[in-house]
């Protein structure tokens, strides 16, 4: 089983619709959560950081559920610009600094 | 602008080769990362760094070392012992390490090529 597992898609959605990302972990001892977007052949730029208490930043919703180990990552109003791979992000340090990147999840909007 | 630069963007190295990927921030950050990407995959760690003068192997350290003389600075060399050096390079640095000091951010990365 992998340490991160997303689902690869790819999602195609139409302009405005809602779309959510889930991602599970392995690892219970996991610290620090995120969400990184990656364009094609570009570098990955964090998109927001996942708290417990779940966090919103305008269109963009992130979730944790410790629990269950997953975490999630809703769209609203999908733009065409949001067209990019979703890669989440988990951190931990038990002596020893650890990040695991999920393979990512494709997302195409479609006009 | 406060930023990481990579240089090269692209590099083109004969097999058997040894070659050193440029990294620099301004950010002031602590810690500093070194990942490859390969097509169709998550990044995997390489080194990471989180004060001058001191590294870790990260999962993949094989056939790959660094240095981190200065704050800003944390050049990669792609060895010949690197089976497969064909790759993705992404530097990345954060404030340091716990909580939201994990942010990592990212330079443009060097697309390297072995032949």
């Keep these: 089983r992998k340490e991160v597992e997303q689902d690869p898609g790819p999602f195609n959605v139409p302009e405005g619709a809602t779309v959510a990302f889930n991602c599970t972990y392995s690892n219970s001892a996991s610290q620090s959560f995120f969400w990184y977007r990656q364009d094609c052949r570009k570098e990955p730029k964090l998109l927001m950081s996942v708290y417990s208490s779940g966090n919103e930043d305008g269109r963009f919703t992130a979730q944790l559920n410790r629990a269950s180990q997953y975490i999630s990552l809703l769209i609203r109003d999908s733009k065409l610009s949001d067209s990019a791979t979703y890669l989440c992000v988990v951190s931990l340090n038990t002596g020893g600094f650890k990040t695991i990147f999920g393979a990512g999840t494709r997302l195409f909007v479609k006009a | ?115």
């Design chain 2, 1 to 115: 602008d406060g930023g990481i630069t990579q240089s090269p963007k692209y590099l083109f190295r004969k097999e058997g080769q040894n070659v050193t990927l440029s990294c620099e921030q301004n950010l002031n950050h602590d810690a500093m990362y070194w990942y490859r990407q390969d097509p169709g995959q998550g990044l995997r760690l390489i080194y990471y760094s989180q004060i001058v003068n001191d590294f870790q192997k990260g999962d993949i350290a094989e056939g790959y070392s660094v240095s981190r003389e200065k704050k800003e600075s944390f050049p990669l060399t792609v060895t010949s012992a690197q089976k497969n050096p064909t790759a993705f390079y992404l530097c990345a640095s954060s404030e340091g390490t716990g909580g939201r000091l994990y942010e990592q951010y990212f330079g443009p990365g060097t697309r390297l090529t072995v032949t």
